[in-house]
């Protein structure tokens, strides 16, 4: 039986969430070079970010904070304040998989790890402007690292 994430929520919070809209579906795009040659830049929901940064909304927040990679997890705190979080603050890598991607790396199975990732709460329903504004910012923190390719971990 396939995930749905949607009823998770609802079983832990006793409601269920807003339907998401739809789209059209998403056009893939080919990789340019091998995931061994490429650089890898990470993307997550959890809300992590440096205790010296302005918070993280728990909701609707469609900014954003980078994360460097040199950052220690045990450094970061978790702004989204979803049922799941538990996980996270438990073991951080369950949301942003920043020590797994160095073992990846070390090990030649990808062939960078961008320097900054991006850090974003999940709970967002303002779509145009996510997409307007939020999405092309971070377009340019991937295009200023050479970024190939993009992970996204949902939260």
């Given at each position: 039986?396939?995930?749905?994430?949607?009823?998770?929520?609802?079983?832990?919070?006793?409601q269920?969430?807003?339907?998401?809209?739809l789209?059209?579906?998403?056009?893939?795009?080919?990789?340019?070079?091998?995931?061994?040659?490429?650089t890898i830049?990470?993307?997550?929901?959890?809300g992590?970010?440096?205790?010296e940064?302005?918070?993280?909304?728990e909701?609707?927040d469609?900014s954003?904070r980078?994360?460097?990679?040199?950052?220690?997890?045990?450094?970061?705190?978790i702004s989204h304040?979803?049922?799941?979080?538990?996980?996270?603050?438990?073991d951080?890598?369950?949301?942003?998989?920043?020590?797994?991607?160095?073992?990846?790396?070390?090990?030649?199975?990808?062939?960078?790890?961008a320097?900054?990732?991006?850090?974003?709460?999940?709970?967002?329903?303002?779509?145009?402007e996510?997409?307007?504004?939020t999405?092309?910012a971070?377009?340019?923190?991937y295009?200023?690292?050479?970024?190939?390719?993009?992970?996204?971990?949902?939260f």
């Amino acid at each position: 039986m396939p995930f749905s994430m949607r009823k998770l929520l609802a079983e832990l919070t006793g409601q269920m969430p807003k339907p998401a809209p739809l789209f059209d579906p998403p056009v893939l795009t080919p990789l340019r070079k091998p995931i061994a040659q490429s650089t890898i830049g990470l993307f997550v929901s959890c809300g992590a970010q440096l205790p010296e940064d302005p918070p993280l909304g728990e909701t609707e927040d469609i900014s954003f904070r980078l994360l460097p990679r040199d950052t220690p997890l045990s450094k970061l705190v978790i702004s989204h304040k979803t049922a799941v979080r538990k996980w996270a603050e438990e073991d951080l890598n369950v949301a942003y998989p920043l020590d797994r991607m160095k073992e990846l790396e070390a090990e030649g199975a990808i062939g960078r790890l961008a320097d900054t990732a991006v850090s974003m709460v999940g709970s967002i329903q303002r779509y145009t402007e996510l997409l307007d504004q939020t999405v092309p910012a971070i377009k340019q923190v991937y295009d200023s690292q050479d970024v190939d390719l993009v992970l996204l971990f949902p939260f």
